[in-house]
């Protein structure tokens, strides 16, 4: 067990809504990962969060927001839901940026949006 | 255009079979790890290589990077239906960046 933790486990959402995802990084962690897994895919880098600030974004649009609270815990927001948002959102936390630092998974949150 | 390459991209095999995994990329990295992931669960680390040339070696898994820092190579010897599952490399670009990048993954079956 990573000691990263998210909730919820799964849920299923209405296209257009939008949706918060939480996730507790590991004690002694400060940087935290979003990532989104569709069926059958690797991981997709959504945007990283370092000591509150953001700290690096994939090619995803505006409406997949996130913030870093002062405990080093994460949120990850998706608005207008759409239908290919449906995944795996998989949350990752590190000691620091720097060179060769494992990522320690969390059990990820499954969105279904319908 | 997937920076780091996985193949094969499935793999079906019988228990007690052999089997080797490659990760495969243009790009040098300073360092690459090898997770494996459950349905529905997420990647759980498996290892992290850092040097050229580094072997390193978890009971009958032996991961190998490259010289060049380009290329890895996870191989399970005898497999186990305990070892089904997808497994993930992710590498870290040489050069400062910090942001852990995934290939597609292989999907391994072991059949007792």
């Known amino acids: 067990e990573t000691g990263v933790t998210q909730s919820p486990t799964h849920l299923i959402k209405t296209r257009g809504q939008q949706v918060t995802l939480r996730c507790s990084s590991q004690s002694g962690h400060n940087t935290v990962s979003w990532y989104q897994q569709a069926l059958g895919q690797g991981p997709q880098f959504i945007f990283q969060y370092y000591r509150e600030e953001e700290n690096g974004r994939g090619n995803f649009p505006p409406r997949f927001s996130g913030l870093q609270f002062p405990n080093y815990s994460s949120e990850l927001n998706v608005n207008a839901l759409e239908l290919d948002d449906s995944a795996l959102y998989l949350c990752?936390?590190?000691?620091?940026?720097?060179?060769?630092?494992?990522?320690?998974f969390g059990q990820g949150t499954r969105l279904t949006v319908v | 255009t997937q920076l780091l390459e996985q193949s094969p991209q499935f793999l079906s095999i019988q228990e007690g079979e052999n089997l080797t995994v490659y990760c495969n990329s243009s790009?040098?990295?300073?360092?690459l790890q090898w997770y494996r992931q459950e349905p529905g669960e997420g990647p759980v680390l498996l290892v992290t290589?850092?040097?050229?040339?580094e072997v390193k070696k978890l009971k009958r898994l032996t991961f190998q990077f490259g010289d060049a820092r380009k290329d890895s190579s996870l191989h399970i010897t005898a497999a186990q239906p305990g070892d089904t599952g997808l497994y993930l490399c992710?590498?870290?670009?040489?050069?400062?960046?910090?942001?852990?990048?995934f290939g597609r993954g292989t999907s391994l079956i072991v059949h007792p």
């Open positions: 990752a936390s590190s000691s620091n940026r720097g060179l060769g630092t494992e990522a320690f």
């Open positions: 290589v850092v040097t050229g040339g």
């Open positions: 992710a590498g870290r670009l040489s050069g400062g960046s910090y942001i852990p990048t």
């Open positions: 790009s040098v990295f300073s360092s």
